[in-house]
């Protein structure tokens, strides 16, 4: 019994199972594949669980993008009839300043070009009447050299009695002052909603609290998430009127600067119109 369990007879057995393993290598390659298999089916089990997940995750946010709370979207769904006409009459004040920049601008660039026009055609022409020809239809400048003409032609009747120098002058200051009544046009309306815009929007806010803050009343829920978006889209409204409000401004102040070079070309050409006028009357 002894023998059986000593040391030796111990060494003895474990080189034997090892002589048995070297001269059977199919059963290592056998483990050695159930265990690469066993990893290869596993890992093939978790990689669609993790796909999944992240296909999920992409729609979840794709959900919360969709139904924004927080958004100016959310603001036209969720208000009553009185805020949508808040917001609509901000966005026709700004379309509509918008649209007037835009077309006194060309306006103005218009007669800038013919204001150069009449500098280097009707001074360089032989007579009044040819350099009045000479300029557009639609120029202000020619229409202030008709009226100066017309003006030489239709001295007589009631009209006689009043000096020539006084009604030359009469007639051109008329078409000065036309010229500058449709100069400043539209800028009335930019004045408007540059000083109007702010409190509708400011209206707009104050109307949407109110029924932010009943709702909220209702709901008997006065936490920070419950009170944070009604409140939050009200205040969009002031922040919608002062960007009506300051492009407007701006371009009110920007136009008017300009009018006024443009006027002050127009007067300088209807002054010396006169005196051309005053002074071929005279002659003849």
């Avoid at 120029?139 to 009209?159: N, R, V």
């Avoid at 010229?179 to 909603?193: E, H, P, W, Y």
Wanted: hydrophobic content about 45%.
């Amino acid at each position: 019994m002894n023998k059986l369990h000593s040391p030796r007879h111990w060494l003895m057995g474990l080189m034997t199972a090892l002589a048995l393993l070297a001269t059977n290598p199919c059963f290592a390659q056998t483990t050695s594949v159930s265990n690469s298999s066993q990893t290869e089916t596993s890992s093939t089990t978790i990689a669609p669980a993790g796909a999944n997940q992240t296909g999920a995750d992409s729609v979840t946010k794709k959900a919360q993008a969709a139904e924004n709370p927080y958004g100016i979207e959310a603001l036209w769904k969720t208000s009553d009839t009185v805020a949508k006409t808040v917001l609509l009459l901000l966005a026709i004040m700004s379309m509509g300043s918008w649209y007037i920049l835009a077309v006194k601008m060309l306006e103005q660039r218009k007669i800038g070009t013919q204001a150069k026009e009449a500098a280097n055609k009707f001074w360089s022409a032989a007579t009044v009447t040819q350099g009045a020809q000479s300029l557009s239809k639609d120029s202000p400048y020619q229409f202030i050299a008709a009226s100066g003409l017309e003006a030489t032609k239709k001295h007589g009747g009631l009209m006689g009695h009043i000096p020539l120098n006084e009604w030359i002058t009469m007639s051109i200051q008329r078409s000065v002052d036309r010229i500058n009544r449709d100069m400043q046009s539209g800028l009335s309306f930019l004045a408007t909603v540059g000083s109007i815009s702010p409190f509708v929007g400011l209206f707009g806010t104050v109307w949407g609290i109110y029924h932010a803050l009943t709702a909220i009343g209702i709901s008997g829920q006065a936490s920070i998430d419950k009170v944070a978006g009604p409140v939050g889209e009200a205040l969009i409204m002031t922040a919608i009127g002062l960007a009506v409000a300051v492009p407007a401004v701006l371009a009110y102040n920007w136009l008017v600067s300009r009018n006024k070079a443009v006027m002050d070309d127009v007067r300088s050409f209807g002054s010396d119109l006169h005196s051309v006028l005053l002074g071929t009357t005279v002659n003849a």
